[in-house]
């Protein structure tokens, strides 16, 4: 037979410190500190046991609710998002997401280990230019748009490689905790001269060549994901 404790489940459970432990991280943020309301849901929301140490933790800085039939309250969330996942508008991004550039090199700011001298220009390597940042809230179709320039006018191909990381601090993909995700590669067009540049050739032999920009889109799909598009 299956004898159960008559015994109350001490405040050191797991059960109750990891929920208020996260709780209590989530309300040291900035930008929640003016919630007025807290909803509990979930089938453990209906223990008193949680309640209580919850109001006994926020000390009044917010207003508890619990909605009727809280156990399903998760359950309904998930069969609506099934049938439409537009009803969701707006998510928190898991993940801090941005692609690797080239930027021109400041003394004092950038490492030296960074360096690289290409045609006499310098440049920084392994910069992470942050796309969206873990945790942030993003829409349905949201759209973040980058111009990035070849490093050459002559340039006929751009290889741009996506990178993810947990945190939200990432200054280069050779952070620790970054990981390549993706890669896109562009095929760029022979540039045109500009008019009247004929003669001027520069040191690669492109006279005159007009700069180009590659645009590279990232938009917030209804599927979790990010789509890229060059």
């Known amino acids: 037979p299956l004898i159960l404790s008559p015994h109350p489940l001490p405040s050191s459970s797991p059960l109750l410190s990891s929920p208020l432990l996260l709780t209590a991280e989530l309300f040291d943020r900035p930008e929640v500190t003016d919630i007025k309301f807290l909803f ?26 619990i909605p009727h039939d809280v156990g399903l309250t998760i359950l309904k969330g998930a069969v609506l998002f099934g049938l439409d996942p537009g009803v969701i508008k707006v998510r928190r991004s898991p993940l801090t997401y941005g692609v690797g550039v080239l930027n021109r090199w400041v003394d004092g700011k950038h490492p030296a280990d960074k360096l690289l001298v290409k045609e006499g220009t310098r440049w920084c390597t392994d910069v992470f230019d942050t796309f969206i940042v873990a945790d942030q809230s993003v829409a349905l179709g949201e759209v973040v748009r980058r111009s990035y320039t070849p490093a050459r006018v002559g340039q006929r191909k751009i290889i741009i490689n996506i990178y ?8 280069y993909i050779s952070d620790p905790g970054v990981r390549k995700c993706g890669a896109i590669t ?5 540039p045109e001269p500009q008019a009247g540049a004929a003669g001027a050739a520069g040191s690669n032999g492109n006279a005159g060549a ?21």
């Open 164 to 171: 993810c990381s947990v945190s939200d601090d990432v200054t």
């Open 40 to 65: 509990l849901v979930g089938g453990f929301a209906e223990s008193p046991l949680l309640q209580r140490a919850v109001q006994d933790m926020l000390q009044g800085r917010s207003r508890i609710i």
């Open 210 to 230: 007009e700069r180009r920009e590659a645009v590279l889109t990232a938009s917030v799909s209804d599927r979790k994901s990010t789509r890229l598009n060059s």
């Open 186 to 190: 562009l095929d760029l067009p022979e």
